[in-house]
């Protein structure tokens, strides 16, 4: 592509779509699929009606994820992020995540209406107190400092909270005999 333009119009159902990745099936190199849109997923996001998914019969194999999606002409349209499979039928759909969805939270983002942190609240309703609490990132790959720290423990039935960035997180509890 000589230069990639953002897709303008509206992508409808059996649009022929284009999708580049590098899975590992492609050993390294650049793997092609094409296929057409078999279903929009619309969402409400920041007071505007946009479409959250893009669903195709186009290939997307792991490690094409991340990649990207065109149009017949050429702009983008979103980025290849998950597939689906289906036991029964061994039917098999790609997830794409429109370039609009991530150009409307960018949007909010910057107009302030996304907070830089969020309110992290464990309510102890078990009869044993919480010692360690670990609050990671999913992305990170060690668990980092307890949470707790000069708290020391949440009680049962009590609760205990703690300002954290805005993301997906993994949590971890264990209890004084831990």
């Not at 999606?69 to 349209?77: N, R």
């Not at 998950?82 to 370039?99: A, D, H, K, Q, Y």
């Not at 039935?157 to 993301?167: L, Y």
């Amino acid at each position: 592509l000589p230069a990639l333009n953002r897709g303008s119009r509206e992508i409808a159902l059996g649009d022929h779509i284009t999708v580049f990745g590098y899975p590992s099936v492609g050993d390294g190199f650049l793997v092609i699929t094409q296929g057409s849109v078999t279903s929009v997923e619309n969402a409400n996001l920041f007071e505007s009606r946009v479409p959250l998914w893009y669903r195709t019969d186009a290939e997307i194999s792991p490690g094409s994820s991340g990649g990207l999606v065109v149009d017949d002409s050429g702009a983008f349209l979103g980025i290849p992020t998950m597939v689906r499979s289906e036991e029964r039928t061994l039917g098999r759909l790609g997830g794409i995540l429109p370039f609009i969805a991530v150009e409307t939270v960018l949007g909010a983002y910057e107009q302030g209406m996304i907070p830089d942190s969020v309110n992290f609240t464990v309510n102890n309703a078990s009869p044993t107190p919480i010692c360690y609490l670990y609050v990671s990132p999913s992305t990170a790959s060690e668990w980092g400092a307890d949470a707790l720290g000069d708290a020391g423990t949440i009680p049962s039935g009590q609760s205990f909270s703690i300002q954290i960035p805005p993301g997906i997180y993994d949590v971890l509890m264990q209890d004084c005999d831990t």
